[in-house]
């Protein structure tokens, strides 16, 4: 099972905007491109979906303030949670 086009658009837009920022250490930026990279070509492994899970748990406060479809990222954690645990 792999991400439809819609969630890997809300998930990828999401972590670009939060992880883009100066503030993020450079490992982290590093690790969401590979992550992004992955998405695009279809090779996540459960590792990249844990990671995922992770990073969008820990900015689940910024759902609420700075996006407007929260209710499409928690469906995208729900789904990023199960293909973890494949």
Same mark, same amino acid.
């Given at each position: ?8 658009? #809300? ?12 503030? #993020? ?29 992770? #990073? ?31």
């Amino acid at each position: 099972m792999l991400y439809t086009t819609e969630e890997a658009a #809300v998930i990828c837009g999401f972590l670009n905007a939060h992880l883009a920022q100066a503030g #993020v250490e450079a490992s982290v930026r590093k690790r969401n491109a590979a992550f992004q990279r992955g998405v695009v070509m279809g090779t996540l492994q459960p590792d990249d979906y844990r990671w995922a899970e992770n #990073v969008l748990c820990f900015l689940k406060p910024c759902w609420w303030q700075l996006h407007e479809d929260h209710r499409a990222l928690e469906n995208a954690l729900l789904k990023t949670h199960l293909l973890a645990q494949e």
